[in-house]
Every structure is written in structure tokens, then in C-alpha cells.
């Protein structure tokens, strides 16, 4: 069922988007027996496709969470949060000086998205929530 909720497309799109550069570059490494990026490799697949689409599939279920605007903050420190990651580590892994600090941005980024995202549950959970007509049983009343 196609969804109007962008944050869901958002995060889906970038969960492929970073599983398919994680999966090739995990075919890049076995072709070429070397695994100096292992770990930039895991995170895209882990951080990226799995923690992305976990984000999105919620938001998917939960339309009015994806609404509050802490939702809009999560995605901004997450997924910009995955890209300083990677880039860091990757940095890091080829010695590049600046892969340390990057790397550490983007850890930091990613906690504060996850920390983001538990604070758009907890809002998410206390809510009220409206009557769906498609829940009362046929031929009641609303
Ligand atoms: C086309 C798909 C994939 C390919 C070709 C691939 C390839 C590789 C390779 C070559 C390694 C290094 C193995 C070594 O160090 O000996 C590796 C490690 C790893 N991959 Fe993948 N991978 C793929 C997809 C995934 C996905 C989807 C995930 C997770 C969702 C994942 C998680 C991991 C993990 C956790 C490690 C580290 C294992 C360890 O060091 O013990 N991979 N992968």
C-alpha cells in the first residue's frame, strides 16, 4: 500500500541506499581478499539497512509519531549521522587524520538519533489515541 508519510520513504530508501553500498563493498572486499574496511562494511549493513528500516517499518506503523517534530530531528541526526560514520571510519581505517574527529561526530550523531527516536516513542506511546471508525464493530454508532 503506497504511504504519504515521507519520513517512512525517507528512511526506507536510505536503508537500500546503504545496504546496497555496504553489500558492495562487501563483494569488493571478498574479490579482492582484503578486509581493512570490515568494519565500515558492517555498519553500513547494521546502522543503515537494518536500523534505518527498523526506523521507517515503526514510522510506517505508527503515522502519528512520524509527524512530531523530534521525528524530523531523528532522521537529520541519523542518517547525515551514518554518513560522517562511515566516512570517519573509513578515513580512520586508510589513516586520514581527519577520521578520528569524523568518526567520533557521527558515533555521536548516531546516539542522539536513537536517543531521538526513544523520546518520539515515549511522546508517541503517552498520546491519546483517536478512535479509528474502521476499529467499532458494524452497526454501532460513533
Ligand atoms: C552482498 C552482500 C554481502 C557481502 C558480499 C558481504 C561480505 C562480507 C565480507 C567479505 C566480510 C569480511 C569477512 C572476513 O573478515 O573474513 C563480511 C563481514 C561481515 N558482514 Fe557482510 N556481506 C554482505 C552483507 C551483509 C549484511 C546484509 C550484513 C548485516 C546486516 C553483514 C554483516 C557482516 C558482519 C557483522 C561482518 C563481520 C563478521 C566478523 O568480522 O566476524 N553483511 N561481509
Known sequence: MP?????????????????????MLGIGMGIA????????????????????????LTYHALPEAAKLG????????????????????????????????????GSFMTLGGMLCFGGVLLRSFARPRAASPQALPAGSVA
Do not use: E
Open 70 to 105: 523530534l521525528a524530523r530531528v531523528q532522521f537529520l541526526l541519523a542518517v547525515p549521522g551514518l554518513v560522517a560514520f562511515c566516512g570517519g571510519l573509513t578515513a580512520l581505517r586508510l589513516d586520514y587524520p581527519v577520521g578520528f574527529p569524523l568518526t567520533v561526530l
Open 33 to 56: 581478499q582484503n578486509f581493512l574496511l570490515t568494519p565500515v562494511h558492517v555498519h553500513l549493513n547494521l546502522l543503515g539497512w537494518v536500523t534505518f528500516a527498523i526506523y521507517g
Open 3 to 23: 504511504t504519504k508519510n515521507g519520513l517512512v520513504q525517507c528512511y526506507l530508501l536510505a536503508a537500500v541506499l546503504a545496504g546496497s553500498c555496504g553489500m
